[in-house]
């Protein structure tokens, strides 16, 4: 199947992920395209224009990293990255919803510095956001809520705080967050988060 991603992008970044954990990725053929480019060639896939995307060998297209996510989850018999039922279910979920409100932020906050004319509120909201955050799943950390079998939420973390690395080096995430800092450390060597670090195409 056709998977159409950006180098650069944190979303891309947690389906590949995802494809490479569950023993998917094997079956993709990796697409780079253009995004925000009016003659990008994603547009003839997607009209949102945003990746990823994929393109099933049926034919289906496939938007959004969580839906793309979720396929690849659905294509293997190993353990499901979100469990399917039960309290574990929704305790992953909870931890989906925190990082990926997490990575939403982080986002806003890096286009926001790419603005000519940048709104402080904005800029403050976002930091306060992305601060908040951080602190939760430093709690969660020291509590060893962090420290489970391979699930979505993990994913999700570990590309957000990849991408803070990269986009916005001169917040000092780690600091007052040593539990995260140390999970972080251990869970950016897996295979799957050094094969796909983020870079500008």
Request: a neutral charge; aromatic letters at 8%.
């Amino acid at each position: 199947m056709k998977f159409f991603y950006t180098t650069s992008s944190p979303y891309a970044r947690k389906a590949r992920i995802v494809a490479i954990e569950t023993g998917v990725a094997e079956q993709l053929d990796l697409v780079p395209v253009t995004v925000r480019n009016s003659n990008s060639k994603l547009l003839r896939y997607s009209p949102v224009g945003k990746v990823p995307v994929i393109e099933t060998d049926d034919g289906r297209i496939l938007s959004e990293a969580s839906i793309i996510c979720d396929y690849f989850d659905s294509l293997h018999d190993g353990p499901h990255l979100v469990p399917q039922a039960g309290a574990a279910r929704w305790e992953v979920l909870r931890q989906e919803g925190l990082a990926a409100g997490l990575l939403e932020g982080m986002v806003t906050w890096v286009r926001e510095t790419r603005r000519p004319k940048q709104s402080a509120k904005v800029l403050d909201l976002e930091a306060s956001r992305t601060a908040r955050c951080l602190d939760a799943f430093e709690a969660e950390a020291a509590t060893g809520g962090l420290d489970k079998p391979l699930n979505i939420a993990q994913v999700t973390l570990g590309c957000t705080l990849g991408q803070l690395d990269f986009r916005l080096a001169a917040y000092n995430w780690r600091a007052g967050r040593p539990r995260l800092a140390a999970w972080y450390a251990a869970f950016a060597e897996r295979p799957s988060m050094t094969m796909t670090a983020p870079r500008d195409s």
